[in-house]
Structures are given as structure tokens and as C-alpha cells.
């Protein structure tokens, strides 16, 4: 793999799930897909046990990250750990490849499709050994069909047969899938726009290179033809005097959005960059609605505190001390906050609200499966509560036409 490919972030690339039963032939066809072996292939039935992320580039559409997983039929005595896991594999992804066998196709697999497309999940039925003279149950086949909404694929792992022809149904897929999705500057930005990039290079930062979300958003104003001035929270009036004209909007870190909103005048657009990724892969509109809760916090209340990245990140102190600080303080209340990062606790209902981080680090699919998952728990984000408990939520959201009128508290 080359160190381009490498350099995609997980969050940035589509996510691509293959499943179905055990031994139907998901790591074989994994492997013929990408053209390596990089599943491990057997006979022996569940030898892919936890899901395995392969990050590769899938050419000629780029980089994506597969993910071979267990069987959705694995009755051993881990089965249903790992049963929940491929689940939660799969409610993340952007495409799952389900893999048939042509002698162990049922209404198990009919069942199991029809699950895995509610909410719109795009699903791609796949028919493996194609070589062996195994013939499916046509009625069975054309069930699953109708419930993939699509036709079933037939290919041969082992001689390559038909394998061409589904990573051009696979591509064409995630093409559509890109057009699709939105931009984090979605109807923010035209060309020969001036951007303010307002970018705090403190202890936390890392050395020698900016954060995910502000490439990101450089690399989205290049591709508008517009042009951006990244600038520190210390230098901003300073840069204001230089410029013949205002920038057209002003994008700050939320951490000094305090000080961006006192340095920018009203006039000039400002929003937070946590504030565009809320709306980009999460759900700004019900995370603004749930930010108001914090006023009814009380004592007893719990909130959690949680971060999609379990390892060390430039959030980590963010999370574990800024935010319940920010909380306690604004609240006056003695509250009961957990930080967790990763995987949610098990007894998640119990919470109040939950506060979760921007999610730079997945793609939006794995971040509306965690909003998904958090269920009846009210969920906002770092980003919206920053700005909500400085008293700049109202001022961030100006930017974003229609906004203000529906979602003003
Ligand atoms: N002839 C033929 N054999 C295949 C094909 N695809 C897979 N196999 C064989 O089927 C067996 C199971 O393949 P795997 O890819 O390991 O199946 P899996 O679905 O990943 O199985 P688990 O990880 O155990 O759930 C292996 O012996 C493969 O060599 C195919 O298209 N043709
Ligand atoms: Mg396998």
C-alpha cells in the first residue's frame, strides 16, 4: 500500500461490510476483491471470528476500508458477542456485501437481508462459488433479491469469475453514495469566497500539523475555488485591519470562540468548526434542541461524556476536564458526569444527556449508528455545548440559512 492510501483517514473513507453465514466465502471473496490475500481463508467454519478493518484502495474509485466479519449463523459459545459485534460493524457501514453460499442460501438469508436494508441500507447479495456445480434455490434467489432490491451477483473467488464485474457494482455504488452526500460547507460557500480560518496553536495542539477537521475545511474551501487565511485567536484583529474587505465568514475552534465571537465583528459570518461537523455527519438540529437540557440539570442528573476515538487524542482533554468544568460551572449543580471513550457503557439509559465529540475520526455512517444507538438518551456534541454554555450558540448558527428560525429555543 502505498503512503497516499495510508494517509486517508478511516473517517474520511467509505466503510464496506461483508457478511452472511459462516464458510459462505466472505474472507475468500474479501481477497479477490482487493486482489491480496489479506483474510485468512479455510474450510473450517467461523475462522473469522471479531470483525477485521482492512484499510486498502479499491481501484479505481480510492481509498475504503473493508470489514470481514464473523458469520451471522456462529452458534459457538461466543457467537452471540460476536454476533453483536458484526452488527455494530454493520450499522456503521456504508455497503454490505452479503455473501451466499449456493448450498446453505435459505429464508434465514431472506430474513437477514431485510433487516440489514431497513433505513435505507444499500445491501449487495453475493453468490459465491460459481466454479462448483452447485446450483441455489431459484425461489429462494429471487426472494433475496426482492429483499436487497437488487439483482444477486455470481461470482468465483477462486477463478476471478464475476469478481470484475461486482467491484464495478461495488464503485458505482459508493459513487452514487459520494454524489449524494454533503459537503461540510453546504450551502455556505461560492467561489471567491474569503474564508478566516481562526486555528489556536496551544500545548494541546499537535506538533508540527493542523487537526483533521481543519484540512478538512481548507481542503473544501480550495475545492470551491475560494481562498482561506488561517490565522491564531491572538492575530485575528490584526488580520481584520490588513484585509481591503471582511472575510465572508469566519470559522474558529470552539475552544476560543469566546474570544473569535468578542474579535469578529457582528457583521462578519462565525461559526465553529464542530458546529459544521455536527451538521455534516451528525444531526444539528436535534443536538441544538438537546443542548437546552442542560438548564434543566439537576443534582442527581447523569451525563455522559464520550468520544468515538478510544485512544489518546487532542480531545481527550476536551472531554475529561473542559466540558464537565464548563458544565458544573455554568449549572451551578453538583452533577454525575462519566467520560468514556469508545465503545458506550452498557448501562447507557440511565444517563440524562449525552455529549458526544464531532466524530473527526469516522465517517458519518459510524457516527449516525452511535446516534442511533444512544436511543432514548437525549445526545448533543462537544461543539454545540461549548458554544451553548459561552453564550455564542445563537451567533454560530446565524451562518446557516433557515436555521435560526426553526431551531431558536
Ligand atoms: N471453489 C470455491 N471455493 C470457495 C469460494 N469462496 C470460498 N471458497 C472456499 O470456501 C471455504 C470458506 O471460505 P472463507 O472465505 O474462509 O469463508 P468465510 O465466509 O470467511 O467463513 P468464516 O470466516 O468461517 O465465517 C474456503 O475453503 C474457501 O477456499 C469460491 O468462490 N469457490
Ligand atoms: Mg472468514
Same mark, same amino acid.
Given at each position: 500500500m502505498s503512503k497516499k492510501q495510508m494517509g486517508t483517514p478511516r473517517g474520511l473513507r467509505p466503510h464496506i461490510v461483508l457478511t452472511g453465514k459462516c464458510n459462505a466465502g466472505k474472507s475468500a471473496l474479501l481477497n479477490a476483491l482487493v486482489g491480496q490475500d489479506m483474510a485468512i481463508v479455510s474450510a473450517t467454519r467461523g475462522t473469522t471470528t471479531d470483525p477485521v478493518h482492512r484499510a486498502t484502495e479499491l481501484v479505481p474509485f480510492g481509498p475504503v476500508v473493508f470489514v470481514d466479519t464473523g458469520g451471522? %449463523? %456462529?452458534?459457538?459459545?461466543?457467537g452471540d458477542a460476536r454476533r453483536k459485534r458484526s452488527m455494530r460493524a454493520v450499522a456503521g457501514c456504508d455497503l454490505v456485501l452479503y455473501v451466499l453460499h449456493p448450498a446453505l442460501i435459505d429464508h434465514d438469508d431472506t430474513a437477514e437481508i431485510k433487516r440489514l436494508t431497513a433505513g435505507g441500507r444499500q445491501v449487495i447479495p453475493v453468490v459465491t462459488h460459481s466454479d462448483i456445480a452447485t446450483t441455489a434455490d431459484g425461489s429462494v434467489l429471487a426472494a433475496v433479491a426482492a429483499a436487497a432490491g437488487r439483482p444477486v451477483r455470481a461470482v468465483s473467488s477462486v477463478t476471478g469469475d464475476g469478481i470484475r464485474e461486482l467491484r464495478e457494482t461495488v464503485i458505482e455504488e459508493l459513487r452514487n453514495q459520494r454524489v449524494r452526500q454533503k459537503s461540510l460547507l453546504e450551502d455556505l460557500i461560492r467561489p471567491y469566497k474569503l474564508i478566516l480560518l481562526i486555528v489556536p496553536i496551544d500545548l494541546e495542539a499537535p506538533a508540527g500539523r493542523l487537526i483533521l477537521p481543519q484540512v478538512q475545511t481548507i481542503r473544501e474551501v480550495l475545492d470551491s475555488d475560494s481562498a482561506t487565511i488561517v490565522v491564531k485567536e491572538r492575530e485575528v484583529s490584526w488580520v481584520l485591519d490588513q484585509l481591503k474587505r471582511p472575510p465572508d465568514l469566519a470559522i474558529t475552534d470552539s475552544q476560543v470562540v469566546l474570544k473569535a465571537a468578542g474579535a469578529i465583528p457582528p457583521h462578519i459570518p462565525l461559526t465553529t468548526f464542530s458546529i459544521l461537523f455536527s451538521r455534516f455527519k451528525g444531526d444539528l438540529d436535534s443536538f441544538v434542541r438537546n443542548v437546552r437540557l442542560i438548564d434543566t440539570l439537576t443534582h442527581s442528573s447523569r451525563v455522559l461524556v464520550t468520544e468515538s476515538c478510544s485512544h489518546h487524542t487532542h480531545c481527550d482533554d476536551i472531554g475529561r476536564v473542559k466540558i464537565p468544568r464548563w458544565l458544573r460551572q455554568y449549572t451551578g449543580k453538583d452533577l454525575d458526569i462519566d467520560v468514556r471513550s469508545g465503545r458506550f457503557p452498557d448501562d447507557i439509559g440511565g444517563y440524562d444527556l449525552m455529549i458526544h465529540c464531532g466524530g473527526c475520526m469516522i465517517t458519518r455512517a459510524q457516527m449516525q449508528a452511535r446516534i442511533g444507538e444512544a436511543a432514548e438518551v437525549p445526545i448533543t456534541n462537544y461543539g454545540v455545548a461549548i458554544s451553548y454554555l459561552h453564550g455564542v450558540l445563537d451567533r454560530v448558527l446565524q451562518p446557516f440559512p433557515g436555521f435560526e428560525e426553526n431551531n431558536r429555543g
Amino acid at each position: 500500500m502505498s503512503k497516499k492510501q495510508m494517509g486517508t483517514p478511516r473517517g474520511l473513507r467509505p466503510h464496506i461490510v461483508l457478511t452472511g453465514k459462516c464458510n459462505a466465502g466472505k474472507s475468500a471473496l474479501l481477497n479477490a476483491l482487493v486482489g491480496q490475500d489479506m483474510a485468512i481463508v479455510s474450510a473450517t467454519r467461523g475462522t473469522t471470528t471479531d470483525p477485521v478493518h482492512r484499510a486498502t484502495e479499491l481501484v479505481p474509485f480510492g481509498p475504503v476500508v473493508f470489514v470481514d466479519t464473523g458469520g451471522v %449463523d %456462529d452458534d459457538t459459545e461466543l457467537g452471540d458477542a460476536r454476533r453483536k459485534r458484526s452488527m455494530r460493524a454493520v450499522a456503521g457501514c456504508d455497503l454490505v456485501l452479503y455473501v451466499l453460499h449456493p448450498a446453505l442460501i435459505d429464508h434465514d438469508d431472506t430474513a437477514e437481508i431485510k433487516r440489514l436494508t431497513a433505513g435505507g441500507r444499500q445491501v449487495i447479495p453475493v453468490v459465491t462459488h460459481s466454479d462448483i456445480a452447485t446450483t441455489a434455490d431459484g425461489s429462494v434467489l429471487a426472494a433475496v433479491a426482492a429483499a436487497a432490491g437488487r439483482p444477486v451477483r455470481a461470482v468465483s473467488s477462486v477463478t476471478g469469475d464475476g469478481i470484475r464485474e461486482l467491484r464495478e457494482t461495488v464503485i458505482e455504488e459508493l459513487r452514487n453514495q459520494r454524489v449524494r452526500q454533503k459537503s461540510l460547507l453546504e450551502d455556505l460557500i461560492r467561489p471567491y469566497k474569503l474564508i478566516l480560518l481562526i486555528v489556536p496553536i496551544d500545548l494541546e495542539a499537535p506538533a508540527g500539523r493542523l487537526i483533521l477537521p481543519q484540512v478538512q475545511t481548507i481542503r473544501e474551501v480550495l475545492d470551491s475555488d475560494s481562498a482561506t487565511i488561517v490565522v491564531k485567536e491572538r492575530e485575528v484583529s490584526w488580520v481584520l485591519d490588513q484585509l481591503k474587505r471582511p472575510p465572508d465568514l469566519a470559522i474558529t475552534d470552539s475552544q476560543v470562540v469566546l474570544k473569535a465571537a468578542g474579535a469578529i465583528p457582528p457583521h462578519i459570518p462565525l461559526t465553529t468548526f464542530s458546529i459544521l461537523f455536527s451538521r455534516f455527519k451528525g444531526d444539528l438540529d436535534s443536538f441544538v434542541r438537546n443542548v437546552r437540557l442542560i438548564d434543566t440539570l439537576t443534582h442527581s442528573s447523569r451525563v455522559l461524556v464520550t468520544e468515538s476515538c478510544s485512544h489518546h487524542t487532542h480531545c481527550d482533554d476536551i472531554g475529561r476536564v473542559k466540558i464537565p468544568r464548563w458544565l458544573r460551572q455554568y449549572t451551578g449543580k453538583d452533577l454525575d458526569i462519566d467520560v468514556r471513550s469508545g465503545r458506550f457503557p452498557d448501562d447507557i439509559g440511565g444517563y440524562d444527556l449525552m455529549i458526544h465529540c464531532g466524530g473527526c475520526m469516522i465517517t458519518r455512517a459510524q457516527m449516525q449508528a452511535r446516534i442511533g444507538e444512544a436511543a432514548e438518551v437525549p445526545i448533543t456534541n462537544y461543539g454545540v455545548a461549548i458554544s451553548y454554555l459561552h453564550g455564542v450558540l445563537d451567533r454560530v448558527l446565524q451562518p446557516f440559512p433557515g436555521f435560526e428560525e426553526n431551531n431558536r429555543g
